[in-house]
């Protein structure tokens, strides 16, 4: 009797468990990265935002409708890519984001970077998204009209939007020592000398 149970099966132990747990843990495997997908944290229009303009067609119509050519368009979108990602991946740019490229620190409160963020994004959703920010971008480039240019600097000291742009709002922007001042005007004219002009 113990001869033939020898017999019966030439595989060991180990090569039997193998045998029986290999295909189970296969499957458990693909189960887990098939429903892996739908527990992607990011909204549908994160996922759909982070590629949008990955197609030559939609650089070109980007381009139509800015300053900007194809090749400026292109290197913005490098540069958005690289901003996109330095904190949190998900192809938009987050206030910190903005904040580490053009201040080098993500700590701290600045109010004249609130001012740049908030007219960057356009939609008012908390993210900078591509369009809105070749949108933005385009007030800097040589070609705009002078009109453009001081509509966003006037946009950006009109702090409470009503249209008009008070004393106060000035002194907390500009007025070194102001309560509330970030010197931001001076740092505003020197990174965007044109529109001090």
Not at 3 to 28: D, H, K, M, Q, Y
Not at 67 to 73: A, C, L, M, T
Not at 186 to 195: G, Y
Request: charged share 25%; glycine share 6%.
């Amino acid at each position: 009797m113990e001869n033939s149970l020898s017999v019966s099966s030439s595989l060991t132990i180990g090569e039997t468990l193998c045998a029986v747990f290999f295909p189970l843990i296969g499957i458990a495997e693909a189960l887990i990265y098939t429903l892996a997908g739908c527990f992607d944290c990011r909204n549908q229009d994160q996922k759909k935002n982070k590629n949008k303009f990955s197609t030559f067609e939609d650089i070109l119509a980007l381009a139509n409708d800015s300053p900007f050519n194809v090749n400026e368009i292109e290197a913005l979108h490098e540069l958005y890519k690289k901003l996109s990602c330095s904190i949190i991946d998900d192809g938009l740019i987050h206030k910190e984001e903005l904040t580490l490229a053009l201040l080098k620190t993500t700590v701290g409160k600045n109010l004249f970077l609130d001012r740049v963020f908030d007219l960057f994004d356009e939609k008012k959703n908390g993210v900078i998204e591509f369009e809105e920010f070749v949108h933005a971008l385009s007030v800097f480039h040589p070609d705009t009209p002078l009109e453009k240019k001081i509509d966003f600097a006037f946009r950006l000291y009109d702090l409470r939007q009503t249209g008009y742009i008070e004393r106060e709002e000035v002194s907390i922007l500009a007025c070194p020592g102001h309560k509330g001042s970030t010197n931001g005007g001076r740092h505003f004219v020197r990174m965007w000398p044109e529109l001090g002009k």
